[in-house]
């Protein structure tokens, strides 16, 4: 069974800054695109940041240059990385981490989804 598990939420001043991590552990084929959502009281669930294998990222427009995305492909798991400097009040949201692989279905190939239970970032103002 795979499990994706996120940590590193925590409540923090405007300003500041937090680095969530998610592991990645249980059988898993292969990892293609890693990315990060979040999800605000009476919001929508958002893209914040994607990676993809070969390292190439891209990030929502609020979070240019304050937050960035990384991953560690080691031989037996994978992390994925925030790093969130600069944060906002409005950054406040459950953050969920996700893992797209590749598998086959019925009707030919698709990328599977994984997702963590996400963690609690909270920033004061």
């Known amino acids: 069974q795979v499990q994706l598990v996120e940590s590193g939420g925590d409540l923090v001043q405007a300003g500041g800054s937090l680095r969530l991590s998610c592991a990645v552990s249980?059988?898993?084929?292969?990892?293609?695109?890693m990315r990060w959502f979040r999800q605000a009281p009476g919001e929508q669930r958002e893209l914040v940041a994607l990676?993809?294998?070969?390292?190439?990222?891209?990030?929502a427009d609020s979070v240019k240059d304050r937050f960035t995305i990384s991953r560690d492909n080691a031989k037996t798991t994978t992390t994925l990385y925030l790093q969130m400097n600069s944060l906002k009040p409005e950054d406040t949201a459950v953050y969920y981490c996700?893992?797209?692989?590749?598998?086959?279905?019925?009707?030919?190939?698709?990328?599977?989804?994984?997702w963590g239970q996400g963690t609690q970032v909270t920033v004061s103002s």
């Open positions: 996700n893992a797209l692989s590749p598998a086959e279905g019925p009707r030919g190939p698709y990328l599977r989804d994984y």
């Open positions: 990676i993809n294998p070969d390292g190439n990222t891209n990030y």
């Open positions: 249980g059988s898993i084929f292969r990892i293609d695109a």
